[in-house]
């Protein structure tokens, strides 16, 4: 499904990925887990193609064929879904329209049939109940003068519309409480499947604890220092960043 | 929310030249450039108009000899050589005109068919009167029976100065005079043809009036003249849309407009003018120099314009609203867009006069490439105005970082009992946003179109359907290239 090798970025012309290598199949769900500055969200704006990082090195394979070739959308298009640590606000524009041009977008690439308003209500009806989203966000403009727990459900509610085959949640933790944490969580073991791949960026382990994943990859200075099964996140829990960072250090040294 | 009008706007962006670019070969009976009474006498003798509309054109002509243009609005362009333009062009029929459509040259209709405008169509579905303006002179008019057993007159102007001659003498200048300014003397002086609308007393006009405009025989001034009167009581709501055919040399468009509403009387006048703008480096283009005004003359009127303003190189129109009866009401809502190197200086003037006038403003304007967008709006309260109430809104989009956004206000307040509220704000397609769009599987394009229709909602919202969905395309079309 995905293999990244030897990915090198920077951002600015300062190296932040220094050769990463992850491989995810179908149906796995990958969590990665750094400290502040690491590269955990380079890392994902990089697989979504955002302008404001170089890639400098390596490649990503994604269903077969050169991920890094394709545009920001006909990466999306081919079912590769960002959720945004930080959801931009896009004044003016409904969220059930954005929506709408989004799955229509994607279905148009599929060589599917674009839905038209009464069809796409209808999916609509079908996938509030996944985050517990509020009508009334969908009529409003997108993300405009959400709460951050706001933003986030929407996030995980585009996700459940345009049904993606890779699904990178970036920090979406960051900024929850304990209800809105288990609501998005929920929301992401419900679109578990085995023909989606998920990877999950967070700092901290919590979020693990509702989503549960089937491995951990830890990053520090821009490289997968280590790489285990749940355990290693609560080990992380456990005794923090810190010992990882000084065994990198030693290793370079 | 307009449903389709997304997919719409996709489909739009694959078209990459100004998509309605194409001349139409047609035998035009043109008299030679350049301008002096004689050629006056001509274009009135042409028309076999009746003798006040010429001694009206000369003393127009006369006038604009001792006018100079207007230096003050905020473009740029060389100077206009004004003998250079052909003053008079029509195509050429071989009756005196064409009573239905099957007298209309087949050529013509092909190049409706192209802008969009299957007329027999839209006899049928849309239920749109059309009064087809080619080059300067009607070839078709639709729904005129139907209108007509309303007493709704919905013509050529000059079939109106044949057949109304005494409705054209009592209104022609009452509200635009021929003195009015350089390009309104100009056009009173040469003007070709145009539309004319009466609504008589009571009567609520069933169905949207429209004409569509189009500049086509090379190097012809276009010179319309449109007039509309709403009797009493009555309600009327006009469509005017526009695109031309791509053309190197640049076209001077002087149009005039003029609207009267008596009393409780309502008149609408919708405008999506997408003419030439230009090419990517500026080259050619239609400068649209044009004057509108309405006058809500009786009580309880009103007067309301909606524009969307895409094309031209330069445009330079500020439809205003004389609110002179008591209670009367003036509304003024517009998107202006300039790419490339468009310029656009508009707004509006809202002239309070009678007691308890009210006026609201909503001025959009986007700037992208290296266009320049004025809004320049005058609201003037009258000293005998009492409680007079304006709402100004001007916002102001720019996309990338070579564009200006220019807001020039002018309030000027002589009563005390006045409410004159503005505001104003600037804004920027943030990459951030765009790229959020992206990820959603949209082009960058498509966000911006999406993004740039958002900001707009509350003037499209004003516009017929059928006329916010095509407002939507062109804000597409318009602002192709100017990503990156």
């Known amino acids: ?253 | 929310m307009k449903p389709d009008s997304t997919s719409d706007t996709v489909k739009q962006f694959t078209q990459q030249e100004y998509k309605w670019g194409f001349v139409t070969d047609i035998e035009a009976d043109a008299v030679p450039p350049g301008l002096n009474e004689d050629v006056v006498r001509v274009i009135s003798a042409k028309k076999n108009e009746p003798e006040f509309m010429l001694e009206w054109r000369l003393k127009a002509y006369r006038q604009w000899l001792k006018m100079r243009e207007p230096r003050w609005a905020k473009v740029e362009f060389e100077p206009i050589d004004y003998q250079s333009i052909v003053y008079y062009s029509a195509p050429k029929t071989d009756k005196d005109g064409p009573k239905s459509l099957d007298e209309v040259d087949p050529e013509l209709l092909r190049t409706y068919e192209k802008l969009g405008i299957p007329l027999r169509e839209q006899e049928l579905l849309a239920g749109v009167a059309v009064d087809a303006v080619f080059d300067s002179v009607s070839v078709a008019t639709t729904y005129r029976e139907k209108l007509g057993e309303l007493g709704i007159i919905f013509c050529s102007f000059s079939e109106a100065l044949q057949e109304h001659p005494e409705l054209v003498k009592k209104w022609l200048g009452t509200v635009v005079p021929y003195s009015d300014n350089f390009y309104a003397s100009l056009n009173a002086a040469v003007f070709s043809d145009g539309s004319f609308v009466y609504v008589p007393k009571g009567v609520r006009c069933p169905m949207e009036l429209s004409t569509y405009f189009r500049i086509n025989a090379a190097n012809t001034g276009q010179f319309e003249r449109t007039l509309i009167v709403a009797d009493e009581g009555s309600y009327v709501s006009y469509l005017e849309g526009c695109t031309a055919p791509m053309r190197d040399e640049n076209q001077l468009h002087a149009a005039v407009v003029e609207l009267i509403a008596l009393d409780d009387a309502e008149i609408k006048y919708s405008t999506v003018q997408n003419w030439y703008p230009g090419d990517k480096n500026g080259k050619g283009g239609i400068y649209n120099f044009v004057t509108k005004r309405g006058k809500c003359q009786g009580r309880n009127s009103k007067i309301s314009w909606t524009q969307v303003e895409t094309g031209s190189a330069i445009t330079w129109k500020y439809p205003g609203c004389i609110l002179l009866g008591d209670n009367s009401v003036g509304e003024f809502y517009s998107v202006a867009l300039t790419n490339n190197h468009q310029q656009a200086d508009t707004g509006t003037k809202m002239i309070h006069v009678g007691n308890n006038t009210r006026s609201t403003i909503v001025s959009k304007g986007i700037s992208a490439g290296q266009g320049q967008n004025t809004y320049r709006g005058q609201v003037k309260v009258l000293k005998n105005a009492h409680n007079a109430r304006n709402y100004s809104q001007c916002d102001s989009m720019l996309i990338g970082d070579k564009c200006g956004a220019h807001t020039f206000p002018y309030l000027d307040v002589s009563n005390t009992s006045a409410t004159v509220e503005h505001e104003a704000t600037t804004s920027k397609i943030g990459e951030d946003q765009i790229f959020y769009c992206q990820q959603r599987g949209l082009s960058a394009e498509d966000a911006i179109s999406m993004i740039v229709n958002g900001f707009c909602k509350e003037v499209f919202r004003e516009l017929p359907m059928e006329f916010a969905v095509e407002a939507q395309k062109l804000l597409g079309v318009s602002l192709e290239g100017s990503v990156g």
């Not at chain 1, 081919?78 to 929506?99: D, H, K, R």
């Not at chain 1, 382990?205 to 997968?224: E, S, W």
């Not at chain 1, 355990?231 to 370079?252: D, R, S």
Request: glycine share 12%.
């Open chain 1, 1 to 253: 499904m995905l293999e990244i090798r030897d990915l090198c970025a920077s951002a600015e012309g300062k190296p932040i990925l220094k050769g990463i290598d992850l491989s995810i199949d179908k149906g796995e769900v990958h969590a990665i887990m750094g400290p502040n500055g690491s590269g955990k969200s380079t890392l994902a704006g990089v697989l979504a193609g955002r302008e404001t990082f170089e890639v400098t090195g390596g490649r990503v394979i994604y269903q077969g064929t050169d991920l890094l070739e394709l545009s920001p959308e006909d990466r999306a298009r081919a079912g590769l879904f960002l959720a945004f640590q930080y959801p931009v606000e896009i004044p003016g524009v409904s969220n059930l329209y954005f929506l709408k041009a989004a799955v229509n977008a994607v279905r148009k690439h599929r060589g599917e049939d674009e839905l038209d308003a009464m069809d796409f209500m209808e999916l609509v009806r079908k996938k509030t109940g996944v985050v517990k989203i509020d009508e009334s966000l969908l009529h409003r403009s997108v993300n405009e003068g959400f709460s951050g727990g706001e933003k986030k459900r929407n996030e995980i509610f585009q996700m459940a519309l345009l049904e993606p085959a890779l699904a990178v949640l970036d920090e979406t933790d960051s900024g929850l409480d304990i209800d809105a944490l288990k609501i998005v969580a929920d929301g992401v073991n419900t679109l578990r499947s085995p023909e989606r791949s998920v990877l999950v960026v967070t700092h901290y382990q919590r979020l693990l604890n509702y989503i549960i994943p089937d491995f951990v990859h830890v990053l520090v200075g821009g490289r997968i220092v280590r790489s285990g099964g749940r355990e290693l996140a609560l080990e992380l829990e456990e005794k923090g960043y810190g010992w990882l960072e000084a065994e990198v250090g030693a290793t370079n040294g």
